[in-house]
């Protein structure tokens, strides 16, 4: 810093106030020093600014698989909103939450610098999993950590009685489902939402299909509910897996949405393209990134804030092709 404040003939102080951004320092004088600072190949102590400031400007991001569709776009909008607050993001990825691969993942991020905590995804893991600094500003969504720590989570309960009342509505006698993964606290509050709609409606409650995330549960679930005739509709744990059990459905000559209803969870650009195009629940996928950043970024400048905290999302019935009245029989 010495050198570059000589070359700059400026004194160590305003060569300090340019590497930290600051804006009392002319356009001239700041473009000197940036002049000088790359002839010397001068970097900032980014450690040594953190310690002043006594803050990283680092968000930790811990998620569970993000090649999944979900994941990736709520991990974009932490991404986008942390870009905006000048924070940059650690990223951790997760194979098996409710293990010790969650613990060791929590204690590299925590002894890494970052100011925050945003949970992408954790599935059912609990607080056991979770160790972290006391003081530690943390947000998660849509997993069994809600309730326990600021969270920001898509209204999944309001979906799912869209899905389902808007099948029934059409006039079937009942909605089979094919559910996410049993580790996933989405696809817990999905099915029980799905089963408590059929019940006040008075209508049969059919044995679920156990599925995961991923479109070929839905073909392999589509190959069993297309040999029962009395399926006429459906509703699927998320959007990959309305695809594959229609893909299903075609090929044991079930049509939909003529003779199987179908509508998918999530909202993907992709359902508008399928064929038919598919009935679905959006949900804000990036709002939930940004939120989440939101209010971690609220801990770092205001304190703790009460583990109870919660951004409810609300979701989105998309109407396309994919249902209709069931067929005349």
Not at 192 to 210: F, I, S
Not at 279 to 308: A, C, N, W, Y
Request: aromatic share 4%; net charge neutral; hydrophobic share 40%.
């Amino acid at each position: 810093m010495s050198d570059v404040a000589r070359l700059a003939r400026v004194s160590t102080q305003t060569v300090s106030r340019v590497s930290m951004g600051a804006d009392n320092v002319s356009p001239a004088t700041r473009e000197k020093v940036l002049r000088a600072m790359n002839q010397l190949g001068y970097s900032p102590n980014r450690a040594a600014q953190a310690l002043r400031r006594g803050s990283f400007k680092t968000i930790g991001v811990l998620t569970q698989q993000i090649q999944r569709t979900g994941e990736a776009l709520t991990t974009a909008g932490v991404l986008e909103a942390a870009t905006e607050a000048d924070y940059a993001v650690n990223l951790v990825q997760v194979k098996r939450p409710e293990s010790d691969d969650m613990r060791q993942a929590v204690y590299r991020l925590s002894h890494q610098t970052i100011d925050g905590l945003v949970v992408v995804q954790a599935g059912r893991a609990g607080l056991d999993h979770l160790s972290l600094p006391q003081a530690m500003p943390v947000a998660v969504s849509d997993s069994a950590l809600v309730g326990y720590y600021p969270s920001a989570s898509a209204d999944q309960v309001g979906g799912v009685r869209d899905a389902v009342g808007h099948l029934l509505a059409l006039g079937h006698r009942t909605v089979h489902h094919v559910s996410g993964p049993e580790g996933s606290q989405s696809a817990l509050i999905r099915k029980a939402t799905w089963a408590a709609c059929l019940r006040e409606a008075g209508a049969l409650v059919p044995e679920p299909v156990l599925g995961d995330w991923e479109a070929a549960a839905g073909y392999k679930a589509g190959l069993h509910l297309a040999a029962d005739p009395d399926v006429t509709a459906v509703f699927c744990g998320n959007d990959e897996v309305a695809l594959g059990l229609i893909r299903a459905m075609h090929e044991q000559g079930r049509r939909v949405p003529q003779d199987v209803s179908v509508v998918g969870f999530d909202g993907l650009d992709l359902g508008e393209y399928s064929f038919p195009p598919l009935t679905t629940i959006r949900q804000d996928f990036k709002r939930h990134g940004r939120e989440m950043v939101g209010l971690v970024l609220e801990q770092v400048t205001t304190g703790p804030v009460d583990g109870s905290r919660s951004v409810i999302i609300p979701t989105e019935l998309v109407l396309r092709g994919s249902t209709a009245p069931p067929p005349t029989r």
